[in-house]
């Protein structure tokens, strides 16, 4: 079963009274301290720059647990090949990135090694060290250092969740600690976001029982927190959501509401099928279709993609302030 948005979730009101008693019964973070330490050390180095561009980029699927001691969950879909990808791209043009992560799904830098890289890359030879195969050392090592000049630069801090309990937890504290940024900080929501949960206090410890006969269950309204972020946890940060669906027909009049209901400066509009091809970028300017390039089957469309909101995002920054209507 798949927990994403259909339809009467997606543009709902949200109460602060919700959104508190949200955060109120959620498990709290086992790793809290140490993930607003991280947060904390990430923020300073990269706000001492000159012109510090931060981005959250948010990645794959959260999941909705049946029971506290979990042994069933309900999924959403997302690979993680457009957070991944995107990362990629936002750290080439100089921003530096939090990426949001669920465990498990794809990473940065990771797109062309094997499925099963640590398998398939890597060779025992007779003395017993360890060496990269011949065929796929030169990615390897390119990915590798691209990687570690990343992360030990200080420019790409990862943090993983699996619930909907840790990723909202730990989106508020992400976007908490970059308010400081201001109009430099952005966020980058391409994770898929379950809209229905079981609320942590009404939830069974343990594994439910199949010998009670068929499972009745009712899911709550998971509380959509994009109207928080930009009210209250970054007011002054650019913010991007995505809208899928797999219909095309309503998909950008989905994108349109989104847009004003919930006061982004774009929404990316993408239909399941065609999600690796092609995105629809809502802004109050209008629309723009951004297409992966035939002629390059290595490029991913989220090259042009990023090329297009870093550009708004640098006009945005530019008329921060004058109050001039910029996206
Ligand atoms: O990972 P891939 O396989 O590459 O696929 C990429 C993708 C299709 C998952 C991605 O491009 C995408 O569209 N992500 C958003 C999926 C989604 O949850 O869409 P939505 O229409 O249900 O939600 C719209 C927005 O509201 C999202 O930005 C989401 O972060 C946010 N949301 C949703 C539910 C909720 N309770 N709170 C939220 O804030």
Redesign the pocket.
Known sequence: MDA??HDS??LQEVSAAEIKSFFESAPPLKDGDEINKKLKEFVERNSSATAPRVVCV????TTVPLEQQCVRFID??????????STEYFLKAGYSVIFLYRSG??QPYCSSLPDDPLLECFDISDDSNIQVRQSHAEVVKRVISEHHAAVSGGYLLKLPFTT?FEY?QI?RLVALSLSCLGPCAMFY???????FYVPWETMTVHKIQSRSGPLDMRLAQ?????SV?RKEWAPVAFC??????TDSKILVE?ADM?LKK?DMHMV?A?E?ST??EE?IVVSKSGKTVVRKDKAQPCVDVESPLIELVVDRHSTYIKHSGDGTETT
């Open positions: 994403m948005d979730g997606e948010t990645s794959g699927g959403n879909f997302s690979s993680g090949h457009r957070g991944a990808a799904s794809c909907i909202l989106l929501l391409a994770a898929a976001v379950s809209d998971a509380p959509k927190m994009l972020l991007i959501s995505f809208k899928l669906e989905k989104a919930y990316l993408n399941l999600r690796k995105v």
